[in-house]
């Protein structure tokens, strides 16, 4: 991965006025949350600080902390290319210190990060992996790579170009091989038409935590966009084999994204949490009915889905699909799978 300029933008860009346009009070503002999936980054007219995460996260909800993933941002333009990515770690636990100050309150932004080292460098990586871990210590959790790839040029997320198949390449496995032994979890970004090689790939690891990221990437974009109906059954298929893998979580969010082709940001005015909860409901549904409450977590995978709703409507979403579980699961769902898996605090259940 070269630390070129990236393009200005791979994702909707959030328009605020017209978010501003829909406004909600927080549902059930005492509970808990962590946000197991947020970036930061400065990009050519796209820019999302700790000030802009803080600002979002006071929507109402009680947010307790936050895990940054992995997004290419503040990459080192200097040193040996395997070891730029330490930039974004640096800049990140930078954040992290910031908000462990409680100057900003009392949420914990970035309390784990989920950071970069390219898997592909084989055995390699292992110097990257214990890079890592010096420069944020007890905050680094895991690995994600970019990993989503589809051969139509109409279906793209990632801001940069990537490798066909990587998931199933040699080297790149030699790479996963070596996170267990730094206590590492690997996340995925993919598309539906990955899961056959995400089950590959988990299944050949049974001892290395795997998260999936946005419900596995059903994509409504390109070739598949208008074709809902179509898609939903084989997504489902997949999802439903990949819940036999017990060493696999599932990140329910990034249905706003673009790719997913809801197409709300064409309107003029954004969705509410009840119609977001409807659209999204089969989705979410079979993911928690197939991998249950504690192997799910809800995300916001912000700022990306910002261009489509606000950080108050998506978590009220997501309140409101989970109205049918236990107290039990609910936290599950909100907080205790995420800060299981990350190995993070789990919050108290009240403020």
């Known amino acids: 991965m070269t630390n070129t300029p990236l393009p200005a933008v791979h994702?909707?860009?959030?328009?605020?006025?017209?978010?501003?346009?829909?406004?909600?009070?927080?549902?059930?503002?005492?509970?808990?949350?962590?946000?197991?999936?947020?970036?930061l980054w400065e990009r050519p007219g796209n820019i999302y600080h700790l000030s802009d995460l803080l600002a979002d996260t006071r929507s109402g909800h009680d947010i307790r902390a936050t895990i940054?993933?992995?997004?290419?941002?503040?990459?080192?333009l200097d040193g040996p290319e395997p070891f730029r990515c330490l930039g974004e770690t640096e800049y990140v636990n930078g954040a992290a210190a910031q908000s462990a100050s409680g100057l900003f309150g009392p949420?914990?932004?970035?309390?784990?990060?989920?950071?970069?080292?390219?898997?592909?460098?084989?055995?390699a990586v292992v110097p990257v992996l214990e890079a890592q871990i010096r420069l944020a210590g007890h905050r680094f959790r895991g690995i994600r790579n970019n990993t989503a790839w589809h051969p139509d040029p109409g279906v793209r997320t990632n801001p940069i170009k990537l490798r066909p198949h990587l998931l199933m390449d040699g080297m790149f496995r030699q790479g996963v091989a070596r996170l267990r032994e730094h206590a590492l979890t690997l996340d995925l970004w993919v598309y539906h038409t990955q899961l056959d090689e995400v089950f590959d790939l988990v299944k050949s690891f049974?001892?290395?935590?795997?998260?999936l990221d946005h419900v596995g990437g059903p994509i409504g974009m390109g070739p598949f966009q208008g074709r809902r109906d179509e898609v939903f059954p084989i997504w489902r298929e997949k999802i439903r084999a990949l819940a036999?893998?017990?060493?696999?979580?599932?990140?329910?969010?990034?249905?706003?994204?673009?790719?997913?082709?809801?197409?709300?940001?064409?309107?003029?005015v954004p969705p509410g949490s009840a119609e977001l909860a409807a659209a999204w409901k089969p989705y979410i549904e079979t993911c928690i009915q197939e991998f249950g409450p504690t192997r799910c977590m809800f995300e916001s995978n912000f700022p990306v889905d910002k261009g489509m709703c606000s950080y108050g409507?998506?978590?009220?979403?997501?309140?409101?699909?989970?109205?049918?579980?236990?107290?039990?699961?609910?936290?599950?769902?909100?907080s205790?799978?995420?800060?299981?898996?990350?190995?993070?605090?789990?919050?108290?259940?009240?403020?």
């Open 11 to 39: 994702h909707l860009l959030p328009r605020p006025e017209w978010l501003a346009q829909l406004q909600e009070e927080a549902l059930e503002p005492a509970l808990p949350i962590i946000d197991p999936h947020h970036h």
């Open 68 to 76: 940054f993933v992995q997004c290419n941002s503040m990459f080192r």
């Open 107 to 123: 949420i914990r932004a970035c309390q784990a990060i989920v950071g970069s080292a390219e898997l592909a460098l084989g055995e």
């Open 206 to 211: 049974p001892d290395t935590g795997f998260i």
């Open 244 to 268: 036999q893998l017990p060493n696999l979580g599932m990140k329910l969010g990034g249905l706003a994204m673009e790719c997913g082709g809801f197409d709300y940001h064409h309107r003029p």
């Open 313 to 334: 409507v998506l978590w009220n979403a997501f309140k409101r699909l989970s109205t049918g579980y236990t107290p039990e699961e609910r936290r599950a769902l909100f």
């Open 336 to 351: 205790g799978t995420a800060a299981r898996v990350y190995r993070i605090p789990a919050p108290a259940t009240a403020s």
